[in-house]
């Protein structure tokens, strides 16, 4: 263990000071702190770090606030990262379980429960269920190598429709994070989205198979689910690649452009969402929903008159849109 290295980020000395003599008791030597998230994310650009424990609670950045921007890169999604509090109540097990977290540490330590949980999150050592995923996508891909994309789309079949996927594993994270399981409930939420990160890479394949084979209505399907999933996880650039490949191949569905849509407006290019919008509106002209995207995009621009038309047109479209309604009596009353 003396090789792997530890990154500690937490703001208190004295947390630093008692996890250090944790960690060197159990074997760890290579040990590095900081007391700060930026700090951290400079040392995880220009180190190699096996771990991170990191305070859930910091002033510049929160331990989640790490994690969340951990997650989002390629090189560090699996990273092992834990998170110390005083007291996790349901709330910060659910925000955490649902980015990724490792595990959580619970001050005052217990250094067996430390010692248990670095040994197998350092160790890589995975999940069954996690390790036959892997096997059955690289299968998969090596599949698709060979040209043999039949066999590979009828394995990805059969992956991504088993009873044991991300979603299965999540409603197994919300269920014992209510019946107060905590660690349980961490251990599902690790297992829902190490899945995720594996499927997207499944319903990737799958759509290039399907192009291959010249389906391209499949094809769109298994890559809007990737964009999907990626765009949940906040990784919009991954999204939008994939919804850009799948215009490039000459789709024009509604749901690419508001999908990109929502791309642009998350990255606060107002313009360019509002085109994507557009282009959505001059195919589908009766979608509800798209005029009320307008309307949101010209709400953030602070253009209440153009924003009011539009959710008025997303209500002339469908008379039951409630949200519409609402943010007009907003906009009528002077609150938006």
């Not at 929502?262 to 005029?291: C, F, M, S, T, W």
């Not at 209500?315 to 949200?323: A, I, T």
Request: with cysteine.
């Amino acid at each position: 263990m003396e090789d792997k290295s530890i990154l500690i980020v937490s703001e208190k000395k004295e947390e630093q000071i008692d996890l250090i003599r944790i960690l060197k008791k159990i074997g760890y030597d290579k040990i590095f702190t900081t007391q700060s998230g930026g700090n951290a994310w400079a040392y995880l650009k220009s180190k190699k770090i096996d771990c991170v424990i990191s305070s859930y609670e910091m002033t510049e950045m929160s331990g989640l606030s790490l994690l969340t921007i951990l997650r989002k890169e390629e090189s560090l999604a699996t990273l092992p990262f834990f998170l110390t509090d005083n007291a996790f109540n349901k709330i910060k097990v659910l925000r955490a379980g649902q980015i990724g977290v490792t595990g959580l540490f619970v001050i005052p330590y217990d250094r067996n429960g430390i010692k248990d949980k670095l040994s197998l999150a350092i160790g890589n050592i995975c999940s069954p269920v996690i390790t036959e995923v892997e096997k059955s996508l690289e299968q998969g891909i090596y599949l698709i190598e060979r040209k043999e994309y039949v066999r590979a789309l009828e394995l990805f079949e059969t992956l991504v429709t088993q009873g044991e996927n991300p979603e299965y594993y999540f409603n197994i994270g919300y269920i014992k994070t209510s019946q107060g399981k905590h660690s349980e409930a961490i251990e599902a939420f690790s297992k829902a989205t190490q899945l995720d990160r594996l499927f997207v890479k499944a319903y990737e394949a799958m759509g290039r198979a399907h192009m291959a084979l010249g389906n391209h209505q499949q094809s769109e399907e298994c890559l809007q689910i990737a964009a999907d999933i990626y765009l949940d996880s906040d990784k919009l650039g991954s999204a939008e690649g994939l919804l850009n490949e799948i215009l490039e191949a000459g789709s024009t569905s509604l749901n690419v452009f508001n999908s990109l849509g929502v791309i642009h407006r998350k990255k606060g290019n107002k313009e360019q969402a509002l085109r994507q919008y557009q282009k959505a509106l001059k195919i589908h002209p009766d979608e509800p929903y798209i005029y009320y995207n307008i309307g949101r995009i010209y709400l953030d621009m602070k253009n209440t008159t153009k924003a009011k038309f539009y959710f008025q047109a997303a209500l002339d479209k469908d008379h039951g849109f409630d949200e519409a309604r609402q943010v007009i009596k907003a906009i009528d009353i002077g609150l938006v």
